[in-house]
T-cell receptor
Framework: KQEVTQIPAALSVPEGENLVLNCSFT??????LQWFRQDPGKGLTSLLL?????REQTSGRLNASLDKSSGRSTLYIAASQPGDSATYLC?????????????FGQGTRLTINP | DTEVTQTPKHLVMGMTNKKSLKCEQH?????MYWYKQKAKKPPELMFV???????INESVPSRFSPECPNSSLLNLHLHALQPEDSALYLC?????????????FGPGTRLLVL
């Protein structure tokens, strides 16, 4: 059964720093991996989707990488801003559990201090 | 337009009440999902509809009854809920249930069962 782990569970950094969030998964048979952002009490906003054949995706100050063979993904945030404060969730779509399911990590709660 | 809308935003109900949550999308997506999210936990899949037919029920108690009246609309009927059912209920949609597609999430309905 696919399991997704995110480290660290919480992270607090000063504004302007570059930072990396980590995601690992136990089964490399995935269709894709997706990074989401969730503000308190709100829905999920999709940030980046990396297909299994891709190595990375970029959007603005965000860059996500995928190393399927080692079961790892990282989300790099450049020049962090207070508005980046949120919980970041990583989710994979496992091949073995059908294309309809997303398996989520527990999330990293990020705080950017002004 | 990549928007999934959910109503109501907040709902308080007693254990003997009957209520419904509504989800709507106008992106032409043929797959729709219900997730349940407890505080500080990742979303958990409840139901998947594909082409208006129920394709996944994750062993959800019968007090939750999903309905997909048409390709744009998804309902979740609630009856005789328990206080532990209090959570954020998220709806999502995708073009189909194909492995490579992303899911778009709504803002959620925050449910409190008294």
């Amino acid at each position: 059964k696919q399991e997704v782990t995110q480290i660290p569970a919480a992270l607090s950094v000063p504004e302007g720093e570059n930072l990396v969030l980590n995601c690992s998964f136990t089964d490399s048979a995935i269709y894709n991996l997706q990074w989401f952002r969730q503000d308190p009490g709100k829905g999920l906003t999709s940030l980046l989707l990396i297909q299994s054949s891709q190595r990375e995706q970029t959007s603005g100050r965000l860059n996500a990488s995928l190393d399927k063979s080692s079961g790892r993904s990282t989300l790099y945030i450049a020049a962090s801003q207070p508005g980046d404060s949120a919980t970041y969730l990583c989710a994979v779509k496992p091949v073995t559990q059908g294309a309809q399911k997303l398996v989520f990590g527990q999330g990293t709660r990020l705080t950017i201090n002004p | 337009d990549t928007e999934v809308t959910q109503t109501p935003k907040h709902l308080v109900m007693g254990m003997t009440n009957k209520k419904s949550l509504k989800c709507e999308q106008h992106m032409g997506h043929r797959a729709m999902y219900w997730y349940k999210q407890k505080a500080k936990k990742p979303p958990e899949l409840m139901f998947v509809y594909s082409y208006e037919k129920l394709s996944i029920n994750e062993s959800v108690p019968s007090r939750f009854s999903p309905e997909c009246p048409n390709s744009s609309l998804l309902n979740l009927h609630l009856h005789a809920l328990q206080p532990e059912d209090s959570a954020l209920y998220l709806c999502a949609s995708s073009q189909t249930t194909s492995g490579q597609e992303t899911q778009y999430f709504g803002p959620g309905t925050r449910l409190l069962v008294l």
